[in-house]
Nanobody
Framework: QVQLVESGGGLVEAGGSLRLSCAASGRSFNTYAIGWFRQGAGKEEFVAAIGRSGVGLHYADSVKGRFTVSRDNAKNTASLQMNSLKPEDTAVYYC????????????????????WGQGTQVTVSS
């Protein structure tokens, strides 16, 4: 089993940056792909995912070129660097862990993830 804790959310002006972190406890962090999702204005949305080896990457079109997902398997952590933030990025952000068959698999559906963090609020003011 894996426990996930997000941190790094906050209030930022449009055009600013934030870095979200996802700390994992439990065994075998490197056997899970890590996904980031967000829920804002009643809508749940995939944001980004990274394969368990760090090779595979997948981004939603809405964040491509602005957000960067990474992980450090030695430290059991994953990060989401968010640049050029827009008011429409305002949401609660969640990291999730899911087992995958291939090391570069990058699932983008919530049903493909087994463990979830509690979420961290990101608010972007205009």
């Amino acid at each position: 089993q894996v426990q996930l804790v997000e941190s790094g959310g906050g209030l930022v002006e449009a055009g600013g940056s934030l870095r979200l972190s996802c700390a994992a406890s439990g065994r075998s962090f490197n056997t899970y792909a890590i996904g980031w999702f967000r829920q804002g204005a009643g809508k749940e949305e995939f944001v980004a995912a990274i394969g368990r080896s760090g090779v595979g990457l997948h981004y939603a079109d809405s964040v491509k070129g602005r957000f960067t997902v990474s992980r450090d398997n030695a430290k059991n952590t994953a990060s989401l660097q968010m640049n050029s933030l827009k008011p429409e990025d305002t949401a609660v952000y969640y990291c999730a862990a899911g087992r995958t068959q291939l090391s570069f698999d990058v699932p983008n559906r919530t049903s493909q993830y087994d463990y979830w963090g509690q979420g961290t609020q990101v608010t972007v003011s205009s």
